[in-house]
Nanobody
Framework: QVQLVESGGDLVQAGGSLRLSCAASGSIISRNNMGWYLQAPGKQRELVAVVQSDGSMTYGDSVKGRFTISRDNAKKTVSLEMNSLKPEDTAVYYC????????????WGQGTQVTVSS
């Protein structure tokens, strides 16, 4: 059974920084993607950033230049460094571990709240 546990969500002032972390446990087939998604109240879940096992990264347009994703394959962790935070970054942030090729899988964490005050 694979589990994802996030940490680091908090209340921060606009312009501040936060670091989110996600640790995966369980038996995990390698060559996968780890990433972060956010969901604001009343809105659909959207991509923040994804990093593949080879280090390739993809960022959502709203966070480019402000957020940095990284992963540690040995520790099965993914982190998100969030800088220059804006009130519109306020959301629940979810960690995701997924693999699109066979055998595919898709796991989500329980979410961590990030609130940015103006």
């Amino acid at each position: 059974q694979v589990q994802l546990v996030e940490s680091g969500g908090d209340l921060v002032q606009a312009g501040g920084s936060l670091r989110l972390s996600c640790a995966a446990s369980g038996s995990i087939i390698s060559r996968n993607n780890m990433g972060w998604y956010l969901q604001a109240p009343g809105k659909q879940r959207e991509l923040v950033a994804v990093v593949q096992s080879d280090g390739s990264m993809t960022y959502g347009d709203s966070v480019k230049g402000r957020f940095t994703i990284s992963r540690d394959n040995a520790k099965k962790t993914v982190s998100l460094e969030m800088n220059s935070l804006k009130p519109e970054d306020t959301a629940v942030y979810y960690c995701r571990l997924f693999r699109t090729s066979f055998p595919s899988y898709d796991y989500w964490g329980q979410g961590t709240q990030v609130t940015v005050s103006s």
